[in-house]
């Protein structure tokens, strides 16, 4: 489950950013998760309350944006929403579509502490 290995360095970076205010407390923590990243949100959030266990973030709650599949067209210049894999093809004109506009997302967006 790699999704411990990925929850693990969000909270590092959590725990530094917590530093570098002084708080003693995190109260949520707001990651997006595109649809092609290959983590699993449920998997997600179970090693978020593993690897918070016993630091600043113990409790706080988890919000997982999830980011939907963005695919665009550069031969008639429209966007859709693609699903899981690599090539997609285009609803208008069936061209075969590689360049994905989001879904690849696996950051930190937010974090509330006190
Ligand atoms: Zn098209």
């Not at 999830?66 to 929403?81: D, G, H, I, K, N």
């Not at 004109?93 to 974090?111: A, F, P």
């Amino acid at each position: 489950m790699h999704e411990v290995g990925i929850m693990e360095s969000a909270l590092a970076l959590v725990q530094r950013h917590a530093d570098e205010r002084g708080a003693s407390c995190v109260h949520r923590v707001v990651l997006r998760v595109g649809a092609l990243s290959g983590v699993d949100p449920d998997s997600l959030r179970f090693a978020f309350e593993v690897v918070a266990r016993g630091t600043r973030a113990e409790g706080a709650t988890l919000v997982l944006d999830l980011v939907p599949t963005l695919v665009y067209c550069s031969s008639c210049r429209c966007e859709f929403a693609g699903d899981r894999g690599a090539i997609f093809t285009c609803p208008q004109c069936g061209d075969l579509c590689g360049e994905i506009r989001s879904g690849r997302e696996l950051e930190l967006s937010r974090i509330e502490m006190s």
